[in-house]
Each structure stands twice: as structure tokens, then as C-alpha cells.
């Protein structure tokens, strides 16, 4: 099993930078691929971004695609979401995922707790 740890979200403004950090430990981070999704308030989780074991492989959301970027250090057993170009509609819960599966494609089963971006306009 692991545990996954998110952190680095705030507010920001509109056409402003985050980078969110996801930790993970008690479990063999490289075997998983990893994901972020985000909620936000009254609608359904989404995805956002997912990079293989390897960290080879990269996927995004439309919606976001050539503004985040999603990278992992394996040897920090960690995976980061650099948010470039903020839009409002950015503002969510954000949420790492892991996948035993080893896919991008399979099932996450871990999640971390959170952490809230918020993008004023």
C-alpha cells in the first residue's frame, strides 16, 4: 500500500505559475503509473495529467494540455504538476493518484487527500 501526500497549492492569479508536489511513501513508487485529477465544488472528479513509470510517457486533459506539465523522480518518490498560465477555471481540489497497474490506463487505487488551488480573476 501507499500513502500519498500533496502539497504546494494556493491562491494565485489569473496567468500565474504553481507547482504541486505529490509524496509518496509505503509503497514502490516506480511500479506505479501516476496520475492528478482535480474537483472542483458541485462537479465530478476529472482528469488533469498522467506519466507513466517511467516517466517516459506524458498524457493531459485537453483542457490543459500545453499549459501543466506533469514530471516524477523516482529516486524522490515523487510526482509534480507544474501549472503554467492559471485560468479561474482551474480552481479545484487536486488529487495525485497511483496506479498499481502500472498503466496509465488502469485503476487508481491510492489517492492523496488533496490540496486546493484557487486562481482569482
Known amino acids: 500500500q501507499v500513502q500519498l501526500a500533496e502539497s504546494g497549492g494556493g491562491l494565485v492569479q489569473v496567468g500565474g505559475s504553481l507547482r504541486l508536489s505529490c509524496a509518496a511513501s509505503g509503497g514502490t513508487f516506480s511500479i506505479y503509473a501516476m496520475g492528478w485529477f482535480r474537483q472542483a465544488p458541485g462537479m465530478e472528479r476529472e482528469f488533469v495529467a498522467a506519466i507513466s513509470r517511467s516517466g517516459i510517457s506524458t498524457y493531459y486533459a485537453d483542457s490543459i494540455k500545453g499549459r501543466f506539465t506533469i514530471s516524477r523522480d523516482n529516486a524522490k518518490n515523487t510526482v509534480y504538476l507544474q501549472m503554467n498560465s492559471l485560468k479561474p477555471e482551474d480552481t479545484a481540489v487536486y488529487y495525485c493518484?497511483?496506479?498499481?497497474?502500472?498503466?496509465?490506463?488502469?485503476?487508481?487505487?491510492?489517492w492523496g487527500q488533496g490540496t486546493q488551488v484557487t486562481v482569482s480573476s
Open positions: 493518484a497511483a496506479a498499481p497497474g502500472g498503466s496509465v490506463r488502469s485503476r487508481y487505487d491510492y
